[in-house]
């Protein structure tokens, strides 16, 4: 009897001190990345538990709606409903009708209840980011309820972004990544509210996506990579797939064919592209520079269309990414005209171009868009023609590049970027002459010469593509460098919970 009183009062004592551990959140712990233009603190805090709803007025945001749930049931173990009629309870509604722009949202978390709103269901699904950076961690994980409760502080936040084009890109010609990290990758970018996955889908080392009226491209152009391994492809389902999977995170796909330079897999493939008629062997190493098509047949023109015309199939997003860097051995007398002509080709599918920022030798249509990588002349070239500039300067945004002189994997001839050095930098001020309005937006990409699994991605790509997606989604105004930092140090936790491999920096520990 004495010892199940014992029992007794040891359980209460033991939950009074579980509670007492689970004190309500405070706004300042949280850190939220890209950090939005206004956030108020409010009075209170909202539990989310199995009874609350989530309530839609419009059949619009039905999907929004069920991705959210299912992203909180995942890991509550709740069965969180999405209804259409007002519920008796607590509920986070989604609405439309706000006027701000396409990915702008409300998002006001009461203790009786949240809501977001947006002008669109996309708007909605930036906002959702947030509000999920407001939920514990565990959140992150399938099944990761530990007890506890989950319970959002109380904020008001209204936000949009400063650039309508936030990327990132994967080359998956050097090193092959299969269907499933790909979409590990979007799912993580989707939490920076990033919105472009460029995939560099052929290059010498590899021709990675299935094109039905050549199929040698994938068959023997396919079947090796950077250091001599199997490569791989995707079929143009598993294109499909990914494609639609980004889609439902709000990602649109910009498919890159490298041409005529970063063309050898295509040429061993198809030796009638190539000058000369022969086929090149397969090539693994890492040299750059050495292949073109060959400009001047009408062969060559004739496999682009073709090409552009099954990605194009493949492609709801705006752009198709024609390369256009490095071609070293095509004469630039060749390389002009052949730009132009695929320009035309691409525009002829009602897609717009996007090249590294060499096409702007070539007259740009106006639709077109260069990517600033290595010269800023070229960008400014592109800029005197009209066209769109897509800020990615290897000296800050290249994902490739070593941390420092210690980092095992990557490259370092452009630089060596740090945390701060990825973060302490502005798209607009970058470069003389090319102003907010010539900008179309930010990319981080990652190539993959010394890359070549997940985790080695992870390591090279977290943090700093979190300070990228916060350069093209917030205010210049509102970013400073420690303020990031503290952020980022808050955010661990969260990486952790995801299991996201990401570099340790010392610049995270000098901190507390
Ligand atoms: C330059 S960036 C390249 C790529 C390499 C990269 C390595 C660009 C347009 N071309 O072919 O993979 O450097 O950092």
């Known amino acids: 009897m004495i010892k199940s009183e014992f029992l007794k009062l040891s359980i209460l004592l033991l939950i009074g001190g579980l509670l007492a551990c689970d004190p309500d959140p ?24 199995e009874n609350t709803k989530i309530y839609i007025d419009r059949s619009e945001l039905e999907d929004v709606a069920q991705f959210f749930s299912k992203f ?26 706000l006027d701000v722009p396409k990915e702008g949202y409300e998002l006001d978390v009461r203790p009786d209840g949240i809501s977001i709103k947006g002008a669109t269901p996309e708007g909605i699904f930036r906002g959702f980011q947030t509000l999920r950076q ?31 084009y936030r990327g990132s890109m994967l080359d998956v010609a050097r090193h092959f990544f299969g269907v499933e990290d790909v979409k590990r990758y979007i799912d993580l970018m989707s939490l920076y509210k990033m919105n472009y996955l460029h995939l560099h889908l052929a ?76 086929a090149p062997e397969l090539y693994t190493g890492t040299e750059v520079g050495f292949s073109t098509l ?81 010269k800023a002349e070229n960008a400014k070239m592109a800029v005197d023609q009209g066209a769109k500039v897509l800020i990615s300067p290897a000296t800050r945004a290249y994902l490739d590049m070593q ?23 502005d ?18 990409p990652l190539w993959t010469e010394t890359i070549s699994t997940m985790e080695e991605l992870e390591y090279m790509v977290f943090p700093r593509l979190i300070g990228i997606a916060e350069i093209a989604w917030t205010k210049p105004a509102l970013r400073d460098w420690d303020d990031y930092k503290s952020r980022l140090i808050k955010h661990e936790e969260r990486m952790k919970a995801l299991e996201v491999n990401y570099y340790s920096s010392p610049l995270l520990k000098q901190e507390e």
């Open 403 to 425: 941390y420092d002189s210690t980092t095992q994997l990557g490259l370092h001839w452009a630089a060596y970027i740090e945390l701060d050095s990825a973060y302490l930098w």
């Open 134 to 164: 407001l939920m514990p961690s565990a959140i992150e994980k399938v099944g990761g309820f530990e007890g506890g409760a989950w319970k959002v502080p109380g904020v008001k936040i209204e936000d949009a972004p400063e650039y309508g």
């Open 294 to 374: 060959c400009t001047d047949k009408e062969i060559t023109y004739q496999f682009i269309d073709d090409v552009v015309k099954e990605l194009v199939g493949l492609t709801p997003g705006p752009y198709i990414h024609i390369g256009g860097d490095e071609s070293h051995v095509t004469p630039l007398e060749d390389y002009i005209p052949f730009i132009e002509q695929v320009q035309d080709i691409v525009n002829s599918y009602d897609k717009k171009v996007i090249g590294w920022d060499e096409i702007a030798h070539a007259a740009l249509r106006p639709s077109a868009t260069a990517q600033y990588w290595a």
């Open 26 to 49: 405070k706004l300042s712990d949280k850190a939220l990345i890209p950090l939005p233009e206004k956030v108020q603190a409010q009075d209170g805090v909202f539990t989310i538990d």
């Open 203 to 278: 290059d010498d080392q590899g021709w990675r996506i299935e094109i039905k009226s050549w199929p040698m491209l994938t068959e023997i152009g396919g079947s090796t990579a950077v250091g001599g391994g199997e490569g791989g492809f995707y079929t143009q389902e598993d294109y499909m797939e990914i494609v639609e999977y980004a889609q439902e995170r709000f990602i649109t796909i910009v498919p890159e064919i490298d041409m005529p330079g970063h063309t050898n897999a295509a040429l061993a493939s198809y030796p009638e592209l190539n000058c000369n008629g022969e």
């Open 427 to 444: 798209p607009a001020t970058l470069e003389e002459g090319i102003d907010k309005g010539d900008i179309l937006g930010v990319e981080a």
């Open 72 to 97: 909180i049931n995942h890991s509550t173990g709740f069965n969180i409903q999405v209804v259409t009629e007002k519920p008796e309870g607590d509920y986070i509604a989604l609405g439309l009708g």
